[in-house]
Each structure stands twice: as C-alpha cells, then as structure tokens.
C-alpha cells in the first residue's frame, strides 16, 4: 500500500521556469523525503525534513511541510533539462514498521 | 565510495522459471531493502532486513518469493516459480542510520520480464 500522492501526476514546464509537486500523506511522520529518478535509474535521495521542521532548501530545491495538512510541496527553481525525471516523496512513520512508505510519484519534464 | 551493486541489470524468463537477483549494499550500511516497483508506480517495500536478520517481510509473497542475507552484507532475492505478474523492477537499497527513517541509497535495480 502506498501513502502518498504525489500531484500533479505529470507536469512539463520550460526550462528556466519554477516547478511545484505536492505530497499529501495519511499518517503521522517522522520524516518526509524526496527522491529523484531518472529514466531506467535508481532512486536519488534529495532532501529530508523532519516532523518539526516547516521547511528546507537545498540547492534549487525548497521543500515544504505542513503537518496539520499532512502535505509537502517540493519546489525546483530555475529548472534545466537535466531534470527531468520522477519525483517522489516517501513518509517515514512514527510508529509501527520503520519504513519508508512512497507515494506514486509525479513525472518531470523539462523542454529546452 | 562505490554505490549499490545489483545485477543482472535486466532478466526475461518465461513463466514457472525461477530467478534470482543479487544485491551488494554500500560499505558498512548494516540495513538493506528489497522493493518492487510497478511500472508508473513507486517502489514497494518487500523486505528489510537488520545485519542478516529479516526484521520486516510482512509484504514479502512467502509462497513463491525468498531471500537471504548471508553475513549480513550481500544478498539474494528468489522468485520461484515466476508468474506473469511478476515483471517489474526489483530495488535493492541499503541505509547505514536509524533504519528505514533516514536516508536510503538505490541500486540501478533489476528489470524482470516474465513471458
């Protein structure tokens, strides 16, 4: 079972524009994470905010948590061809099975 | 530092075969992972194990799925026999922090077709 949903399930913006995905999630987290994936490539670990933390940057990344929502956006600035990709965000829950739970993911196009 | 190893990259196998796929975690990363993920889907945990215990396999399909961590480093995942339901992409990742709630490193992962 998957607890996230990622929207939009597809996005294509041009390059040099800002690019917003959204998480929503079920439970209580620990943590929530953002992955990347490349076409017929393994996942790439982005960015972690924990429960307590609102928000986070990395790079042009900029990632988002409202707890009371249970929702996360990552945002990319400035986007470039390079990435385009899937992303995904992936709750890690307080309680129960110490496990990484990810969402559908949303897939990233970026046109030159 | 080398990444996680996984190999074959890509396997086709008819139904009823069985296969197996091989998974080297990063240096000193005790926890390792298994996930399955579906084409358009994200991945899905099969099993985690500890160093060589297997502390979650809750959605590990034990009728036909099997794995082992041998050493605590290395491992294998089985498929025996595959169905067509099978084909998809098998995850291998591996963490060295508080399990499961840290961040993970993926191997390429391996492409099963099953015919």
């Known amino acids: 079972s998957q607890q996230g949903e990622e929207d939009p399930q597809a996005l294509s913006i041009q390059e040099g524009e800002n690019a917003t995905m959204n998480c929503s999630y079920k439970?209580?987290?620990?943590?929530l994470q953002w992955y990347r994936q490349n076409s017929g490539r393994g996942l790439v670990h982005l960015i972690l905010?924990?429960?307590?933390?609102r928000e986070k940057h990395s790079g042009r990344l900029r990632v988002t948590l409202d707890t009371s929502k249970k929702s996360s956006s990552l945002l990319i600035t400035a986007s470039r061809a390079a990435d385009t990709a899937s992303y995904f965000c992936a709750t890690g829950p307080i309680q129960g099975a110490q496990k990484l739970v990810f969402g559908q993911g949303t897939r990233l196009t970026i046109n030159p | 530092e080398a990444g996680v190893v996984q190999s074959p990259r890509y396997k086709i196998i008819e139904k009823k075969q069985p296969v197996a796929f091989w998974c080297n975690p990063i240096s000193g990363h005790n926890t390792l992972y298994w996930y399955l993920q579906n084409l358009g889907q994200g991945p899905e945990l099969l099993i985690r194990y500890e160093n060589e215990e297997a502390v979650d396999d809750s959605q590990l399909p034990k009728d036909r799925f099997s794995a082992e961590r041998l050493k605590g480093v290395d491992s294998t995942l089985k498929i025996q026999p595959a169905e067509l339901g099978d084909s998809a992409v098998y995850l291998c990742?591996?963490?060295?922090?508080?399990?499961?709630?840290?961040?993970?490193?993926f191997g390429p992962g391996t492409r099963l077709t099953v015919l």
């Open positions: 439970t209580s987290i620990n943590n």
């Open positions: 905010i924990r429960s307590n933390e």
């Open positions: 990742a591996s963490s060295g922090g508080l399990a499961g709630t840290g961040e993970q490193f």
